[in-house]
């Protein structure tokens, strides 16, 4: 694994001579059974080599969140401490993604009994109704489950109900996007999205999802964005609600 990955000798050396060698190369063999390319794999053993070197004495059966955070925030602090030049601010969540996932793989994470939200029913019905009526295929069906969850998620934060989501909501929620720097082209989409999905849940789910009346605010700064928006978003969907 390591000569297809690494051209020095030295480098596959220290990836050999670190421990939990097995269960690294468990997971990385797994990475390519499932098709990840070179650059990915490559990516995975060198993060897998800092979960190691972090974690050190914590890293055995049982790991919580709590601990593999503390080590993420340990990683992201010596980075600072030692860098030359200003790192990605996001090292610490990478770091999180990787040792979680190789964690979970191994079976060595212990994760708390996942809390059901209220809106679960609802968003499942709405996935079902996707998957089974529409023949909606398993990505589309990922991609709108995602953004309305994150959307009923934030509503039930602050003690909304999902049926009582209106255009107000989705107003509030877009501008806090807003204040929290969400990317040029997360904002445009969003709004094609919530429209496409509300408006398939109004006409074959019964109004599940009730649209209260129309508001004013960051919706209609999302739909000038919209118009002007590249990589091919239609201001059409944007307005269609």
């Not at 974690?55 to 600072?80: C, E, S």
């Not at 709108?144 to 039930?156: N, Q, S």
């Not at 969400?182 to 074959?204: D, I, N, V, Y």
């Amino acid at each position: 694994m390591f000569e297809e990955l690494y051209q020095q000798p030295v480098t596959c050396d220290r990836h050999r001579t670190s421990p939990n060698l097995g269960e690294r190369l468990r997971y990385l063999n797994a990475l390519r059974d499932q098709g990840y390319s070179k650059k990915s794999l490559l990516e995975a053993a060198n993060k897998l080599l800092v979960v190691v070197r972090e974690l050190g004495a914590d890293l055995r059966p049982g790991v919580t969140p709590v601990q593999i955070r503390a080590a993420a925030q340990r990683f992201k602090q010596g980075r600072r401490r030692y860098a030359s030049r200003p790192k990605p601010k996001r090292s610490g969540h990478y770091f999180t993604f990787y040792a979680t996932n190789w964690l979970r793989f191994l079976g060595w994470l212990k994760e708390p009994a996942p809390v059901v939200p209220p809106y679960a029913p609802l968003l499942e019905e709405f996935c079902t109704w996707m998957r089974e009526d529409r023949n909606l295929a398993e990505e589309t069906i990922k991609t709108k489950r995602f953004h309305i969850g994150t959307l009923l998620r934030w509503h039930d934060s602050r003690g909304g109900k999902a049926q009582k989501l209106g255009l107000a909501e989705v107003d509030a929620f877009l501008a806090e996007g807003e204040t929290k720097h969400w990317s040029r082209r997360t904002m445009p989409r969003l709004p094609t999205r919530f429209a496409s999905s509300f408006g398939m849940a109004l006409r074959e789910a019964g109004g599940a999802l009730r649209l209260r009346k129309r508001s004013k605010g960051p919706w209609s700064t999302a739909k000038n964005r919209c118009r002007r928006a590249p990589h091919g978003t239609m201001s059409a969907d944007c307005l269609r609600v």
